[in-house]
């Protein structure tokens, strides 16, 4: 069994563990650990999950007493229950073609769905969440599903406890959007192009960076579908200062969730150091899909089965959607199938080092 192994993240200095903290030999600041969990920030983040704070410290009290499956079958929806617990989460994982059975890294982890599906497939898997009930839970799941591999940690990913060149694969899956509202200092394009070079930081070189993430140019939001991080309509259209407007009016708080179109996700991570960078469509989206269409070097072909991918159903009545999708159909060229790609919902996001 693999021991985890973490620098300074306030100056990349070697660590000493002595008596339930982590000692910076260069900086002499000290980390403290958990129940078992390195905490590597100083302030809380705000707290984020998709039940309230007093409800996840309840459930993880459960999850401890009747185990986690139990636990998550007695109080949480059946919808956020599949979330947790579905393997097939990390079915993007075939078309990545560098070696990913070495170290891994998920950052924002959640309640740990995708770092527990790569756990039984490589040397170790480190789980970084900076909400401290979330890690919390991936620690009782990780001890009573005995995964010995994978190591819950309590960190930023704008300040990542880990050494250069250190993992085979760096994974962002609905967490790029919310990198903007960690550090209220920063622009959340700066914030997020932190977090970007952090990742690469880490990466070994010829290792990859894998991002699941909406599209902000998706024609549902053109269609008035509110984007899920704001839950404004059309605010991801607009320009960034009017959306914050828009934002502050409507729901008395900045807009910090930005999200990118393709080009847009591709200058932001040129600008972070990665160089080459691969696109493809989840279907219906990147939270849970059913297919994956790559999106790049001409491989979309069959347009009947790209367009059963999409569900435009939650939009259209049966009757319009038929209607819309014949029109689209005769419309179709291989020109308009290039513009088409600018507009899908999600995009998965693959990047080498
Ligand atoms: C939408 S959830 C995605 C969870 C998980 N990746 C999944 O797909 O199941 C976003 C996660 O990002 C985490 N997060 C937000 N800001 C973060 C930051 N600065 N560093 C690391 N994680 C962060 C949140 O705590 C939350 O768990
Ligand atoms: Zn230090």
Request: proline share 6%; net charge positive.
């Amino acid at each position: 069994m693999s021991k985890p192994f973490f620098y300074c993240p306030d100056c990349r200095g070697d660590l000493s563990l002595q008596d339930n903290a982590y000692f910076c030999l260069r900086c002499s600041s000290r980390w403290p650990v958990k129940q078992g969990i390195p905490v590597f920030i100083k302030n809380e983040l705000p707290y984020w999950a998709e039940i309230p704070k007093a409800e996840a410290i309840r459930f993880n009290i459960l999850a401890q007493d009747l185990g986690w499956r139990e636990a998550m079958r007695k109080s949480l929806p059946a919808g956020l229950q599949e979330f947790i617990s579905d393997k097939d989460r990390v079915g993007w994982k075939y078309f990545i073609e560098s070696d990913i059975s070495g170290k891994v890294l998920d950052v924002g982890s959640g309640w740990g769905a995708l770092a527990f599906s790569f756990a039984k497939n490589c040397e170790a898997v480190y789980a970084l969440e900076p909400v401290w009930e979330r890690v919390n839970f991936i620690r009782i799941r990780a001890e009573q599903d005995r995964e010995g591999n994978l190591f819950p940690v309590c960190a930023d990913a704008l300040n990542l406890p880990f050494p250069d060149n250190y993992f085979d694969l760096v994974i962002f899956n609905g967490v790029l959007e919310w990198l903007g509202c960690s550090d209220l200092r920063l622009k959340p394009d700066i914030a997020q192009e932190k977090g970007l070079k952090e990742a690469q930081r880490v990466l070994r070189p010829g290792g990859s960076l894998y991002i699941g993430i909406e599209n902000k140019l998706s024609f549902f939001y053109f269609l008035g579908v509110k984007d899920p991080h704001s839950r404004l309509r059309f605010a991801t259209l607009m320009p960034k200062k009017i959306a914050n407007l828009y934002s502050k009016l409507l729901k008395k708080k900045e807009y910090r969730t930005y999200i990118y179109s393709m080009p847009g996700y591709r200058e932001l991570l040129s600008k972070s150091g990665f160089k080459s960078v691969s696109f493809f469509l989840p279907a219906p989206g990147y939270i849970k899909f059913k297919h994956i269409v790559a999106l790049d070097k001409d491989r979309i072909n069959d347009i009947d089965y790209f367009f059963r991918l999409i569900n435009f159903r939650i939009i259209f009545s049966p009757a319009l959607f038929r209607i819309f999708f014949v029109l689209v159909k005769m419309l179709f060229s291989p020109f308009l199938r290039n513009i088409f790609k600018l507009f899908v919902p999600d995009y998965l996001i693959i990047a080498k080092k």
